[in-house]
Each structure stands twice: as C-alpha cells, then as structure tokens.
C-alpha cells in the first residue's frame, strides 16, 4: 500500500491565519489522486477537495489544494471558527487507497 | 438528498461476529460503489473493503481477508458488513461511505457511523 505521511500533526492558529497542511506519498501518485477530508469529532469525515485541486461542492473557496507526484498540500486561507478540526489527505491510486496520519488545526 | 444511515452501537466479546448496516437513499443504489472504512480511536481511517452494489461482487483488504463478509439487499437498498472472530483491535468506528461518481474512489457521502466495541 502506498504510505501517506501527515505533517504537521497538530497546528495551532488563530482566526484569520492561513494555514497549510502536507501530504507525502511514498510513491508517486498518478493523475493527482489526492483528496482532503475534514472531520470533527463524533462525525464522518467530509470531503474537502479530490484531484489535488477541485473543490468539492459547497467547500467554502478558502480552501485549496495543490502538489502533485509525492507531494500535495491544503491551504486554508483566513481561518474560521469552523474551520478547527482534523484534516486528513488521501491517496485513490487505486482500490487500495490510504489515509494520511491527520492534522489536527487548534485554536491558538 | 442523498442519505445513509447506519445501525445502532454494539458491545460484542473477542471471537463473537458483529454485522453492520448501511441503508442508502436518495440516488440509484444500483450505480455507485460502496466502501466500508473503519476509524480506531484517535487513529487514521483505514479501508475495509467495498462492494459493487449491481451485482453483489466485494473486495476486502488483506488484513481482513476471511473474518469480513459485504452483502447487499437490493429490495430495500442496503449493504451490509459482518466481521467474525472479533479481536479487541477491532473496537473502532465503522463508516459505510458511497463514491462521489461512478468509477471514481472519493467518498462524498458518509453514514453516521456505528461504533462497534469489543470487550471481554
């Protein structure tokens, strides 16, 4: 399986601040297969973005992604009181797709 | 709207099975995929397997290989997951989760979650 490797593992920041999340894959991910989910406690994870870079409906535009080969990356630009939660990246090679270690965002 | 709605909580002992429900509404059951990821607690999710809602064919990751079985209840649109020989690593929460598109492996549409805890 492909290893997905989170950092940071938790961020403390405070409203208004844009923050940026990594993913490494321990090999590289063909056509940019890499989503972010967000979940907050005692709740399913939500889909953010797939493909690197395509919002998800409804995702608020302050989120984005990038990266592609090994590497990919969340932004959150100006930070929100909803925004605080654990953020978790994925890789869709294939059927057996993995989930990065997570990141959890703190308020400051 | 899209819905999936999970069974209740359950408390099984090491060795016992636990079988999961997964009703869907909202979209043709027949059309997208259906994936079963579980979540230790304080842990990544992690894969469990997936099964092709037209014609009942699954596919299990490794690590479960002979304890899970997917099933599907084409009558009243719901899939199924039963885990056997339940170990205390087992005790997670277990997601059922549909594709975002056909063909596609993003999961756009998550069940409440059932937390299945396994204690002796």
């Known amino acids: 399986d492909i290893q997905m490797t989170q950092s940071p593992s938790t961020l403390s920041a405070s409203i208004g601040d844009s923050v940026t999340i990594t993913c490494r894959a321990s090999?590289?991910?063909?056509?940019?297969?890499v989503a972010w989910y967000q979940q907050k406690p005692g709740t399913a994870p939500k889909l953010l973005i797939y493909g690197a870079s395509t919002l998800e409906s409804g995702v608020p535009s302050r989120f984005s992604g990038s990266g592609s080969g090994t590497d990919f990356t969340l932004t959150i630009s100006s930070l929100q009181p909803d925004d605080f939660a654990t953020y978790y990246c994925?890789?869709?090679?294939?059927?057996?797709?993995?989930f990065g270690g997570g990141t959890k965002v703190e308020i400051k | 709207q899209v819905q999936l709605v999970q069974s209740g909580a359950e408390v099984k002992k090491p060795g016992a099975s636990v079988m999961v429900s997964c009703k869907t509404s909202?979209?043709?059951?027949?059309?997208?995929?259906l994936f079963w990821v579980r979540q230790a607690p304080g842990q990544r999710p992690e894969r469990v397997g997936w099964?092709?809602?037209?014609?009942?064919?699954?596919f299990a990751a490794q690590i479960f290989q002979g304890r899970v079985t997917m099933t599907r209840d084409t009558s009243i649109d719901t899939v199924y997951l039963e885990l056997s020989g339940l170990k205390f690593s087992d005790t997670a929460v277990y997601y059922c989760?549909?594709?975002?598109?056909?063909?596609?492996?993003?999961?756009?549409?998550w069940g409440q979650g059932t937390l299945v805890a396994v204690s002796s």
């Open positions: 909202g979209y043709n059951f027949f059309n997208y995929y």
């Open positions: 099964i092709n809602p037209k014609n009942g064919a699954t």
């Open positions: 994925q890789q869709y090679n294939s059927y057996l797709f993995t």
């Open positions: 090999q590289s991910i063909s056509n940019n297969w």
């Open positions: 989760a549909r594709v975002r598109l056909p063909g596609t492996l993003t999961l756009s549409h």
